[in-house]
Nanobody, 121 residues
Framework: QVQLVESGGGLVQAGDSLRLSCAGS????????MGWFRQAPGKEREFVAAIPTSGGYYYAETAKGRFTVSRDYAKNMVYLQMNRLKPEDTAVYYC???????????????WGRGTQVTVSS
């Protein structure tokens, strides 16, 4: 079992930055592929970024060039640095973990409860 707890969300203005954190627990946490997803009101949950155990970084087109995903294996932490935020980035952001790849909403077994990010114009 893996437990995930997100933090770092908040209300910011367009152009600002935020760093989201995801704290993971469980003896096998470091064997999981990790990702960030988001869900805006009235919309489906969508992929934002992922960092698999095999290496590399993957981003949605909307995140490329502005967001950076990273992982600290020693601390069981995953981060999402978000720069140049836009009002359309407003959503609840979820940390996700699974041993399967690629990470997709229907197949992910472990989700955090989410953290709200609101970007005002």
């Amino acid at each position: 079992q893996v437990q995930l707890v997100e933090s770092g969300g908040g209300l910011v203005q367009a152009g600002d930055s935020l760093r989201l954190s995801c704290a993971g627990s469980g003896r096998t946490f470091n064997s999981y592929n990790m990702g960030w997803f988001r869900q805006a009101p009235g919309k489906e949950r969508e992929f934002v970024a992922a960092i698999p155990t095999s290496g590399g970084y993957y981003y949605a087109e909307t995140a490329k060039g502005r967001f950076t995903v990273s992982r600290d294996y020693a601390k069981n932490m995953v981060y999402l640095q978000m720069n140049r935020l836009k009002p359309e980035d407003t959503a609840v952001y979820y940390c996700a973990a699974d041993t399967s790849w690629p990470l997709t909403v229907p197949t992910i077994r472990f989700w955090g409860r989410g953290t709200q990010v609101t970007v005002s114009s």
